[in-house]
């Protein structure tokens, strides 16, 4: 029995969504970064002129929102690449359980899962 997998046109079409996806967080990552390096240069000012401690507050809490995007958007960018890799070898959207093909609406949502909503769900 053949092994199961996404044909050519398919894999070209999720290639896509996982670019432009990848392209999105590689965005909100540069700007999440901005955001934090305008926050700290506004810090070491503020400083200076002691300001205010409820800036201050604020201030470290939106470093703290900056760097928690960075994070998460790096993190999901891995898996992206991931994914990206497991199209050039074509075992892109087959559960890595039951080697099935994963719905392609779940692929969509979500394109570097690599288990069927099934084996995904029955796993927890
Ligand atoms: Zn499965």
Redesign the pocket.
């Known amino acids: 029995m053949a092994k199961k997998t996404w044909n050519k046109k398919e894999l070209k079409e999720f290639k896509k969504i996982i670019v432009d996806k990848r392209q999105t967080m590689l965005e909100n990552i540069e700007e999440a970064r901005r955001r934090a390096d305008d926050i700290i240069n506004q810090g070491n000012q503020s400083s200076i002129y002691s300001s205010h401690m409820a800036d201050a507050g604020s201030d470290q809490q939106s470093l703290e929102h900056a760097y928690s995007i960075i994070n998460r958007e790096s993190s999901f960018l891995n898996y992206l690449d991931l994914a990206l890799q497991r199209i050039d070898d074509t075992s892109f959207g087959v559960?890595?359980?039951?080697?099935?093909l994963?719905s392609k609406e779940r692929l969509m949502e979500v394109p570097h899962a690599t288990?069927?909503?099934?084996?995904?769900t029955s796993n927890i």
């Open positions: 559960c890595s359980k039951c080697g099935e994963i288990k069927c909503f099934d084996c995904k």
